[in-house]
């Protein structure tokens, strides 16, 4: 059995990484790890003098995500979880928290976008597929919640029906 101490969960809040939460809960609980839930702004870029910035990141909106971040919560009180508001570009920060961190498993939702909305969205997963230190459990669709509960413990094997 692999230790798995410190599981890594990047959100954006959306849908997929919800219930990719979920799982990295589970994880942590199972495992008797630690979870850091980490959420990366992207910075402001600028195009041009006449256009100013694109994607400018306000103040108000820094704190709104730090309180929806705060607020992911493993429903386990026993789970120890961490917080991480990064800036920059989302898989470096990914990649470069859970070298730092010393993450054992990284948990994270997939979009499953292909064709074009990939080719002009990028791909954070599949950036940190490709150069994160620790493995990487990337989750598209949607796990029923008596799934999640049922996921048998380190060291334990599956009930058969």
Request: with cysteine.
């Amino acid at each position: 059995m692999l230790p798995i101490k410190t599981i890594l969960h990047p959100t954006d809040f959306s849908e997929h990484s919800g219930y990719a939460f979920q799982v990295a809960c589970a994880f942590a609980r199972d495992y008797g790890g630690r979870l850091v839930v980490v959420h990366v702004m992207s910075l402001p870029m600028y195009a041009s003098p006449e256009l100013g910035p694109v994607l400018p990141e306000p103040a108000l909106l820094e704190d709104e995500l730090r309180e929806r971040l705060l607020a992911l919560r493993p429903t386990d009180p026993a789970v120890a979880v961490d917080h991480c508001l990064l800036k920059g570009d989302a898989a470096a920060e990914i990649i470069r928290l859970a070298q730092e961190d010393k993450s054992d498993l990284i948990v994270m939702g997939i979009h499953g976008r292909t064709g074009l909305g990939r080719l002009l969205m990028g791909s954070v997963s599949e950036a940190v597929l490709r150069h994160a230190s620790c493995p990487v459990l990337t989750l598209k669709m949607p796990f029923r919640a008596d799934f999640v509960s049922a996921m048998p413990a380190p060291g334990r094997e599956p009930a058969h029906a």
